[in-house]
């Protein structure tokens, strides 16, 4: 089994800045996406940002120019750099991994979910 563990959320004034880190652990072979969603509240979860395992990169319009999502593949860690943080950026934030097991297939595992909640 794998598990997603996320750190880095907390409560930042506007126009600071977090990182977000999300781990993951167990027999994972290769990881073929990861990705950063977010919900508010009482709103739907929406995606802010995925990597595949070439690189690519893609952001939601609402975040682009100032969220950077990275990984790390030697500790299976993705990252969220988010700057010029805004009030409407406050979620609860979730990683997503798309894993291939060793001797499975791929599945998707989520993150428990870290607060960001930004001040006016």
């Known amino acids: 089994q794998v598990q997603l563990v996320e750190s880095g959320g907390g409560l930042v004034q506007a126009g600071g800045s977090l990182r977000l880190s999300c781990s993951a652990s167990?027999?994972?072979?290769?990881?073929?996406?990861m990705g950063w969603y977010r919900q508010a509240s009482g709103k739907q979860r929406e995606l802010v940002a995925t990597?595949?395992?070439?690189?690519?990169?893609n952001y939601a319009d609402s975040v682009k120019g100032r969220f950077t999502i990275s990984r790390d593949d030697a500790k299976n860690t993705v990252y969220l750099q988010m700057n010029s943080l805004k009030p409407e950026d406050t979620a609860v934030y979730y990683c997503?991994?798309?894993?291939?097991?060793?001797?499975?297939?791929?599945?998707?595992?989520w993150g428990q979910g870290t607060q960001v909640t930004v001040s006016s």
């Open positions: 997503k991994f798309i894993v291939n097991l060793r001797n499975a297939g791929a599945y998707q595992y």
């Open positions: 990597i595949t395992g070439d690189d690519n990169t």
């Open positions: 167990g027999n994972i072979f290769s990881i073929n996406v």
